[in-house]
């Protein structure tokens, strides 16, 4: 299905609209450059599949001073893209490749390449990283972990639990009914699930950019994700790259929270499964802790890219 949403100014500084070559043709995506920086320049991939690059306008106050270059990027089907409605365009296989193009054309390569990945778009810079690490200059896998089934398995044993049983069931009877789009199954996250796992503030505090890229591609996102926010059930549902991370190269740092709706601990072993992998812990902060541990986020982040652009 198509967002009905009015497109971004493009004229704005920095816009670029990439064409991709996919198998259902030529379409094109959404960047946009701020900064200059010839040694440090972060690609950020934003979560859902398919919600918006809008969450990360965070950067502006943290990024931007620190003088890191960096590039918002709405993956095809996302808002700011082309929306195409084939299916077979939501696959983990063609994002990678998407992802290729886009650096091609964005002239990124080892000697500037700091490619971010948060939630989904771990996911893919993961994969990314696996199959085009030579490109790369370092990386960020951001509360996302290496295995589908390990996520599933820490949302059955700890994440559910932990909620009120009658909302956990009232919300299963709705995901099993198909009835996603009644208002009632946003209330019942809401108060249940995202205020305490996603961003850990009262709804209606949560930025205006949080809430924008909640626009989200539902096509995509069932047909990946699956329907339901208390686990996936769609077509990454047996994804899990944990026996590969030690060949994974590259600088790469990895971030997990106290209170995501990722394991925390597996987060902390996945860097020590990296050959060069630090982690960063966000003790207060939630899924989007780059919003509710702020200051940790993205000093950690700033650090880390600032350790493997200047080495000591």
Known sequence: MA????????NAPGVRRIPIDTP???????????????TAKLLLLHGGPGATHEYFEGADDHLAPAGIEYIYY??????????????????????????????????????NFFLLGHSWGGILATEYALRHGDSLKGLVISNMMASCPAYNAY?????KPSMDQAAVAEIEALE???????PRYMDL????????????????????????????????Y?????????????SLSDWDRSADLAKIRVPTLVIGATHDTMDPAYMAWMA?????????????????????????????????????????
């Open 24 to 38: 259902k043709g030529r379409f094109e995506v959404w960047t946009r450059r701020v900064g200059d920086n010839p």
């Open 176 to 182: 099993t009914a198909g009835d996603i789009e009644n």
């Open 222 to 234: 069932v047909s990946m994700q699956g329907p339901s926010e208390l686990g996936l059930s769609g």
């Open 74 to 111: 709405d993956q095809l089907g996302s808002v700011y893209s082309d929306q195409p409605t084939d299916a077979e365009l939501w696959d983990l296989d063609r994002f990678v490749d998407e992802l290729e193009q886009v650096r091609s054309a964005l002239g990124l390569d080892r000697s």
């Open 189 to 220: 996250l809401m108060d249940h699930h995202y205020v305490h796992h996603v961003l850990r503030r009262p709804p209606d505090e949560w930025p205006d950019a949080v809430n924008r890229a909640f626009r989200i591609n539902q096509q995509i």
């Open 3 to 10: 967002v009905e949403v009015a497109k971004p100014n493009e």
């Open 155 to 159: 949302a059955q044993d700890v994440l």
């Open 272 to 312: 020590s499964q990296l050959p060069n992998g630090p982690y960063l812990h966000c003790a207060d902060g939630s899924h989007m802790a780059m919003w509710d541990d702020e200051q940790t986020y993205w000093k950690g982040l700033i650090d880390f890219i600032r350790s493997v652009d200047r080495p000591a």
